[in-house]
Nanobody, 120 residues
Framework: QVHLVESGGGLVQPGGSLTLTCTAS????????MAWYRQVPGKDREVVGV???????LFIESVKGRFTISRDDAENTFYLQMNNLKPEDTAVYYC??????????????WGQGTQVTVTS
């Protein structure tokens, strides 16, 4: 019943900025801790950053200081603000619950993601 839709991706030059949006519909309890993920061809999907139940954020080292996560609980909308983008940030970006258990219980399947391409 939970649906996740990512948007906002596109083509951007190195050093540019981009904001991704995740719109979620379904049970609010399923969205207590959300995360942004990304995947490139030939590699496993990896977590990029997490917005925790404590309203804090955590990021992988490679994006720390460049990416920020925010959310609008009233609209079940989540954002990934990406600054100083680098070519290695190129990937398909997804949003979903941080916990695999929550994803299973809430039937939170992966959306189609949004493509981010960073190139000069």
């Amino acid at each position: 019943q939970v649906h996740l839709v990512e948007s906002g991706g596109g083509l951007v030059q190195p050093g540019g900025s981009l904001t991704l949006t995740c719109t979620a519909s379904g049970n609010n309890i399923c969205f207590s801790a959300m995360a942004w993920y990304r995947q490139v061809p030939g590699k496993d999907r990896e977590v990029v950053g997490v917005f925790t139940e404590a309203q804090t954020t955590l990021f992988i080292e490679s994006v720390k200081g460049r990416f920020t996560i925010s959310r609008d609980d009233a609209e079940n909308t989540f954002y990934l603000q990406m600054n100083n983008l680098k070519p290695e940030d190129t990937a398909v970006y997804y949003c979903n619950a941080d916990s695999s258990s929550v994803r299973a219980i809430c039937h939170m399947e992966w959306g189609q993601g949004t493509q981010v391409t960073v190139t000069s």
